[in-house]
């Protein structure tokens, strides 16, 4: 991006002004089509954020009126790529059905994205920094000195560029100087193809309320900006997305913000559970729009045609930078590495037991070769995520470790390092007992050492009511169908919840990640 220019007002304008898409898709078809943006765009050294926000919206613009957008019914962007405070707008309330178009009352990237929607007739969904006045009524909290609040928000435009959905994020992970609403809410829109969509952002994928409140709703379709910091071994971004809509049954319209260098990737689009329609996780930042025909809910045999994408090496991926997730003081065992067809094991962590049944094949190695060695484990308590929040977790996992050394599992060979695929799993079983109630939420989770989850095809999934306990559990059972030697995580993961989200975030907008300003958007 060194060197790039601003284009003026009027190359802005008559992007506006190209021939307008027809609507795409009406109730009575089977499918709709969809596009989600993964997209970077550095902020260079002591550029102000006048001109960062223009070159970043002139940026959404071109992608909009782009040849390849022509399909698409809704298109999505992803977190906290547009602007930042100083270039802070109001947004109408959609209550009031106001489309911002030319209105000066609003900013450019509010106004010119509306008039973008209205031209190619688009819904478009984008994730802002925005301000609105302070106090809001039911908030006794404080009011900032500039009588501002200022919101992580999500801002929803129909084809004629009214803005018909605002949500703001409650669950903040960092986000210096981000405010809250007193309570979360429960937002989504319908269109005039058939689809109501709930949306939320990033972080509160990891929480209760307000995502899985929306599923509850029946809300059967969602869009996800984000810009994940994937931790492995359960938490990287596609990872998590594809987990999250297979446990739902919903369609997943996820886009990712692309900066791997800080650990920041991942898009996709999720039909449930049949799985990933097209996903990607890249070692390089990239600005990209990946479109695809989404199967309604209510067409259950509508046809999908999975769209795959070129994946990085593992050691092209070893360029995104990684979190650790805190796994030293789970139970496990070694996995012997010796080949064996029928080996059983359980792992209890307290009065959580997991059963493994594995058949695998592990190949000579020659001395001082770098290769994979697994741990089975189970877990059942608390954890941190990064400070911000605490949650409880419970699963049942075999993971990666890269040497002996308990501190080497789920770090993964360098980009210069080589090292053999030593072991192949030439299938998994893995069953265990997880509670039945609204504060559990139970996802399948796998991920290769491309960072990029198997396809459903190869995985089966089942849950089935316990008997004769106290307090209602479910028998989960998941399986490895296909035999794989670049296995790195195949995991029953749950989250449980307390009664109300615990985010780390002050609500008030006080103390915040690193991690995320480094960034500098």
Request: with cysteine.
């Amino acid at each position: 991006m060194r060197g790039r220019t601003v284009k003026p007002l009027f190359c802005i304008l008559l992007a506006l002004f190209v021939a307008p898409s027809k609507q795409i898709s009406n109730p009575d078809d089977p499918h709709y089509w969809a596009g989600v943006v993964e997209f970077s765009s550095d902020r260079l050294s002591g550029e102000p954020e006048e001109r960062s926000s223009a070159f970043r919206l002139t940026e959404y613009l071109r992608i909009i009126n782009s040849a390849e957008a022509d399909p698409t019914d809704v298109i999505v962007f992803p977190e906290s790529t547009l602007n930042d405070h100083a270039t802070a707008s109001f947004v109408p309330d959609p209550n009031d059905r106001i489309a911002p178009c030319n209105n000066l009352q609003y900013e450019p990237v509010v106004r010119d994205i509306s008039c973008a929607a209205r031209n190619r007739k688009k819904y478009i969904l984008i994730n802002l920094t925005e301000k609105a006045h302070c106090p809001m009524q039911y908030d006794t909290r404080p009011c900032s000195s500039d009588g501002l609040y200022h919101f992580n928000t999500n801002v929803a435009f129909d084809r004629e560029g009214v803005v018909v959905s605002r949500y703001r994020k409650f669950n903040l992970f960092g986000e210096k100087g981000t405010n809250t609403t007193v309570y979360p809410e429960s937002v989504s829109f319908e269109t005039d193809f058939g689809v109501r969509f709930g949306h939320f952002i990033c972080f509160d994928m990891m929480f209760n309320v307000p995502a899985l409140d929306l599923v509850e709703l029946g809300i059967t379709d969602f869009i996800f900006p984000t810009m994940w910091f994937s931790e492995l071994p359960f938490l990287t971004a596609v990872q998590i997305q594809q987990g999250w809509a297979y446990s739902n049954n919903v369609n997943l319209l996820a886009a990712g913000a692309s900066f791997p260098g800080v650990g920041s990737t991942g898009t996709g689009i999720y039909a449930g559970r049949r799985g990933a329609i097209t996903s990607v996780m890249t070692y390089n930042p990239e600005t990209k729009l990946y479109v695809a025909q989404v199967p309604k809910v209510q067409f259950p045999n509508a046809a999908i045609t999975k769209i795959p994408q070129a994946k990085g090496t593992p050691s092209q991926m070893a360029k995104l930078l990684l979190k650790r997730d805190q796994i030293d003081q789970y139970a496990t065992k070694d996995l012997p590495m010796v080949s064996n067809n029928q080996l059983e094991e359980r792992v209890c962590y307290g009065s959580h037991c997991c059963n493994f049944t594995l058949n695998y094949t592990v190949k000579t190695i020659v001395q001082n070769t770098n290769y994979y060695r697994y741990k089975l484990a189970a877990y059942d308590s608390n954890r941190t995520f990064d400070g911000f929040a605490d949650g409880l977790i419970t699963t049942c996992a075999i993971f990666a470790c890269s040497s002996p050394d308990y501190s080497d599992c789920s770090r993964r060979f360098g980009e210069t390092e080589t090292y053999d695929e030593a072991v192949t799993f030439n299938s998994i079983k893995i069953v265990a007992k997880f509670a039945d109630n609204r504060d559990t939420f139970v996802v399948p989770n796998n991920v290769d050492t491309s960072i990029i989850p198997f396809d459903v095809t190869e995985t089966e999934y089942s849950v089935v009511p316990s008997v004769g306990d106290a307090k209602p559990h479910n028998i989960i059972t998941y399986q490895l169908t296909n035999p794989h030697s670049d296995l790195f995580t195949f995991a029953i993961w749950a989250r449980k919840f307390d009664s109300y989200p615990i985010s780390g975030a002050n609500r008030l907008g006080s103390g915040f990640a690193d991690s995320v300003h480094k960034l500098e958007l």
